[in-house]
């Protein structure tokens, strides 16, 4: 009966708007490239940046940009990729198979050029990137905002478009480089090799590290907005991802011996501001479907899951009523469950569990899902301390030991990858030579990076890895590799003649 009523609160849940202003920016012609909805309002760039607050309204449309009001909406920057780079990976599969039909392609890697959900991981990044376009073409215009807010704003919105560019060349390889407005320089661009793209990333983020402060002073110590440390981690990833190891340790270097930044125990570590988190988003108000990976990778029914309760929901008199409340639509994979040593915190602190009865086919075999976000009450609607994490030390720690490795220096390597075992409760590393700590750091990747940015997606493809292992899963038969990219979406290239399929698609 409690879970039955869990059901019931949780379809009458009314979620609040995630934020609570999205300015109208002026995104003319932008159909031409890439169909989106018109903006709400249009307003003169004299009047967005007269002052310096209107002037920060206007990034906070791009901020906002990033979260979503719909339940069902997700999308490369608001956390979704953690749902397709998991199924497009080893990490997570579906629980009830075909049930989530638009999921199930992603899952057995046979997506098709109709595909409509890759339109989620292009449309919105780019709605990012021209409205940070406009934001940036108006602050160099504006003679009324400050010095200040004008080089802190900028640093924020190139951060944001070399994220959003990062995010789409790993989802979809070679995409349109769009760093202006002009209407008809944007309307018929094709595809920009993914170097090029990377060789913007890396101009945008070595600018929004010189111009960004090192503090969060300007958020009220708010971890919502990036600071200069932020834009130093994402370019070590930007510099990893293109194999400039020397660059990677460098600026890995730059946050870590900043002092700023602490790992926390496995339980702090998501919190709102925890001393780990270089940049979290941030909406008005957290409830749980406002993070998609908890829509997807937790149970509707969690917080009605008490251990009290195991002997009643898997009673398989009940089981068929219950099971799609008490389990997860994407569950953590075997290899994954099992890529956790004995004594592992993390296991611990970020993955839960689900009994099942006890009768066949289920045997009280428990299905293992992501819990990294202490989701708030689906009931009452009270937030939970949670933000969405973007940016966290233990990454840049690991960027680091891995460009230490690349370049030969295994001692150094082996000590910051025994810093975030450590922190595991696991000992030190018995990884000895270059290869085997290569190896090490891939797996210490895997067990702390799952569930968050499609982490392990990426890092098998750029680790050239994937084949081998996505291949040899029996749900990805026939196994083709052109499915390591996502269609671009049809309607994009519908509309712009110049913007070509992905080959096999």
């Not at 409690?2 to 019931?8: G, P």
């Not at 997606?457 to 292992?469: G, I, M, Q, S």
Request: net charge neutral.
């Amino acid at each position: 009966m409690r879970l039955l009523m869990t059901k019931a609160a949780i379809m009458n849940f009314n979620i609040k708007p995630i934020y609570a202003l999205c300015l109208g920016i002026c995104l003319s012609g932008c159909k031409k490239l890439i169909e989106i909805d018109a903006p709400i309002n249009t307003v003169g760039t004299e009047i967005v940046f007269a002052t310096d607050q209107k002037a920060k309204d206007a990034l906070n449309a791009a901020y906002a940009l990033m979260f979503t009001e719909d339940r069902t909406n997700i999308g490369a920057l608001n956390g979704g990729l953690t749902v397709a780079g998991g199924l497009l990976s080893d990490e997570m599969e579906l629980t009830f198979g075909t049930q989530l039909a638009d999921m199930y392609p992603y899952y057995t890697s046979k997506m098709l050029k109709e595909d409509g959900l890759s339109a989620l991981y292009w449309i919105k990044p780019y709605r990012v990137i021209y409205t940070v376009n406009s934001v940036l073409e108006g602050l160099a215009s504006s003679s009324t905002i400050s010095d200040s807010t004008r080089k802190r704003l900028t640093g924020e919105a190139k951060m944001l478009r070399a994220f959003s560019y990062f995010n789409l060349v790993n989802c979809f390889g070679d995409v349109p480089l769009v760093t202006i407005t002009d209407v008809n320089k944007n309307m018929s661009l094709g595809r920009s090799p993914v170097a090029n793209i990377y060789q913007q990333m890396e101009a945008d983020l070595k600018e929004a590290v010189a111009l960004l402060p090192d503090n969060y002073k300007a958020t009220g110590n708010n971890k919502a907005q990036p600071n200069k440390y932020a834009a130093a981690a994402l370019l070590a990833r930007v510099y990893l991802y293109q194999e400039k190891w020397a660059d990677a340790r460098a600026m890995a270097d730059v946050v870590i011996n900043s002092g700023n930044y602490a790992l926390t125990t496995p339980n702090k570590t998501f919190e709102a501001n925890s001393n780990e988190a270089l940049w979290q988003l941030q909406g008005a108000t957290v409830y749980m479907d406002q993070l998609p990976e908890t829509r997807y990778v937790t149970p509707a029914a969690i917080l009605a899951l008490q251990p009290d309760m195991e002997e009643m929901y898997t009673d398989m008199s009940i089981w068929p009523d219950v099971m799609q409340l008490v389990l997860p639509q994407l569950k953590l994979s075997t290899a994954m469950v099992n890529a956790f040593e004995p004594g592992d915190e993390r296991k611990l602190y970020w993955t839960n569990r689900t009994l099942t009865p006890v009768e066949e086919p289920y045997n009280k075999v428990p299905v293992w899902y992501a819990y990294k976000y202490m989701i708030s009450d689906a009931v009452t609607g009270t937030p939970g301390n949670l933000n969405l994490m973007v940016l966290r030390l233990a990454e840049v720690y690991l960027i680091r030991a891995e460009a230490l490795a690349q370049e030969g220096k295994v001692a150094e390597a082996a000590a910051d990858l025994d810093v975030i075992r450590s922190r595991a409760g696991l000992s030190n590393t018995t990884a000895a030579t270059k290869q085997d700590l290569l190896n090490a750091i891939l797996k210490e990747r895997q067990v702390e990076l799952f569930g968050e940015w499609a982490h392990r997606w990426f890092d098998l493809k750029r680790t050239h890895k994937a084949t081998a292992v996505l291949s040899a899963l029996p749900y990805k038969q026939p196994w083709s590799d052109h499915t390591l990219l996502m269609p671009v979406p049809m309607s994009e290239i519908t509309s712009n003649p110049k913007l070509a399929p992905n080959p096999g698609y």
